[in-house]
């Protein structure tokens, strides 16, 4: 027999902050006709897996798809459990974003142990919860841009995801690259910041990045120049300089090497140079 979903809002979201006094669990066989995202806050709940159940803590993510058994709930030896909930139909590119690791219960689950992801992903959540209460016509679309930017903030901890596994001094490395992409950095600078000598940083990041530290920063480089190019009136000198090169002639041969075309062709319709 197959039970129907609760019928809930797109862009929805909400707080349950539950007690011995209030206790909380959801059953629902049909699930929801939407998406549903639960986030644990602070305390402890739980989730069933058929016979046996797997604990919620602080930094746990639910996912459920549409018409997926939900039974949750607090955990009564905790006593109490702030969690916050989100309900949404995908945009069509959020799926790939959606390939969490799953649990025997059918439900998807991630794990943000990192401090200051977690504050900053619940800043976000507050965001949302005000929005939802306030007088914007169009707060649901608020809402849903919202959760697009915690599903993305998830995807980088989502073990299938290409920076999940990163060791945490490429991660240091990372942000410094690009905290400082307008400077001039060099292996040493950038092994004296993660603590690795520049042959070992040279190594380490080549074999989880896939290509060197100076060649992901001059993407990164290459990658601003293009949109300042595309979306101001700045010239080809402004624009290198901005970016952190200091002789224009030398940042077009790069910017070329790079994209197959120069500064001046990517700026004209088509690539093609007008007189």
């Known amino acids: ?33 939407v998406w549903l995202l639960e ?34 709930g607090m955990d009564k030896d ?4 702030n969690h916050i909930w989100f309900c949404f139909t995908p945009r069509s590119h959020w799926h790939d974003w959606l ?15 990192d401090a200051q992801v977690r504050r900053q992903l619940l800043a976000r959540m507050e965001d949302a919860l005000k929005l939802s209460l306030g007088t914007y016509v169009r707060r649901r679309d608020f809402v849903m841009n919202i959760i697009e930017e915690i599903l993305l903030t998830c995807d980088i901890w989502n073990p299938a995801s290409r920076t999940a596994g990163l060791d945490d001094r490429i991660r240091t490395a990372l942000n410094y690259l690009c905290d400082n992409s307008v400077k001039r950095i060099t292996l040493t600078d950038l092994g004296r910041v993660c603590a690795l000598s520049p042959s070992r940083l040279s190594h380490l990041f080549k074999q989880q990045m896939g290509e060197t530290p100076m060649q992901y920063l001059e993407q990164r480089k290459i990658e601003r120049a293009k949109d300042l190019l595309l979306m101001t009136g700045k010239t080809v000198s402004q624009v290198a300089y901005e970016i952190g090169f200091e002789n224009q002639f030398y940042f077009s041969r790069v910017f070329k090497r790079c994209t197959g075309k120069s500064p001046r062709q990517i700026r004209q319709p088509h690539g093609k140079v007008t007189a």
């Open 39 to 72: 986030y644990t806050v602070s305390g402890r709940g739980w989730i069933s897996e058929g016979k046996s159940t797997f604990p919620l803590e602080a930094g746990d993510f639910l996912l459920f798809e549409p018409e997926v058994l939900q039974d949750y």
């Open 78 to 81: 905790a006593g109490e459990w």
């Open 1 to 33: 027999m197959k039970f129907p979903p609760v019928i809930l809002q797109s862009g929805s979201v909400g707080r349950s902050q539950n007690n011995r006094n209030n206790p909380h669990r959801v059953f629902r066989l049909g699930g929801t006709d």
């Open 99 to 113: 390939a969490w690791p799953k649990r025997a219960g059918g439900f998807f689950n991630l794990q943000i142990r």
